[in-house]
């Protein structure tokens, strides 16, 4: 594919980080199929995230929690077929990781060799060390996740902002120190004070992606659906729209009901 094709340099880890050096924001946006990172791949995002947001927005869960390692490299192995450039990287999903080091690098080493997937991405700090060391021992690139992580909804019990007292502030800096320190090549931001995002993102030499984390950090994360409006019910504040696509595609299906209704569609043309 575009490693036959001279014109498409492909994002690696280390572009990312090239990125930070030069002071050129990252971008990056969730896909979960072919067709979405198609799209995505074609208007220049550089790192695409099969997020376990698929969960959500692909099978309609509460949380992120029910999604397997099996759905997340059938998403993920989808999105790979259709990427040229980006660099594709996958989340780990609830239970396939945490507190059992050598099962988290099995559970790489599973999307790796069956989805085709550059990097994984991993929630937590400190608590996840072991695990993270493993994968990253193993040659395969790892994210970290700091600050609002959805895969521990119900210890917190609420999706609001994180790391606003000083304590969970300081614990956050230290996770985030850590996680350079064994190696991630880059961590998401989720939901925190956009000072505490500064803070980090110019103490660390690696590249920090935000979401919900102000204007400082080294690059910007959405989901696809929320970017496009295509789910109107999801409305935080650090979202801004750039569609309306569930007013776009309602419109169109129903014009399409309408025409059939009226014996409109198919016409002669359209016919054989
Ligand atoms: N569609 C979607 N977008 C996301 O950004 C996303 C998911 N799903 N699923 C997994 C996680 C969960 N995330 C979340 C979830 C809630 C808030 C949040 O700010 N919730 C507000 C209410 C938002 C509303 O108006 O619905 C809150 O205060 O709980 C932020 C990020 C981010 N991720
Ligand atoms: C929101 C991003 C960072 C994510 O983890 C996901 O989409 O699952
Ligand atoms: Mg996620």
Known sequence: MSVHNPDIKRVTTHTIQELKNKGEKITA????????????????????????????????HETTLPITLDQMIYHASSVVRGVKRALVVVDLPFGSYQGNSSEALRSAIRIMKESGAHAVKMEGGQEIRDSIVRILSAGV?????????????????TYAVRAKEEAEAQKLV?????????????????????????????SLHIPTIGIGAGPDADGQILVFHDLLGIN????????RRYADLHTVMTEAIAHYVDDVKANDFPNEKEAY
């Open 141 to 157: 690139p790892v994210m970290g996740h700091l600050g609002l992580t959805p895969q521990s909804i119900y210890k917190f019990g």
């Open 232 to 239: 109107n019910e999801f409305k935080p504040r650090f979202l």
């Open 174 to 202: 230290e996770d985030a120190r850590m996680l350079q320190d064994i190696g991630c090549f880059g961590v998401v931001l989720e939901k925190i004070p956009a000072t505490l995002t500064k803070t980090v993102s110019q």
């Open 29 to 60: 946006l969730t896909a979960y199929d072919y067709s979405m990172a198609r799209v995505v791949d074609k208007a220049g995002v550089e790192l695409i995230l099969v997020g376990d947001s698929a969960s959500n927005v692909m099978a309609g």
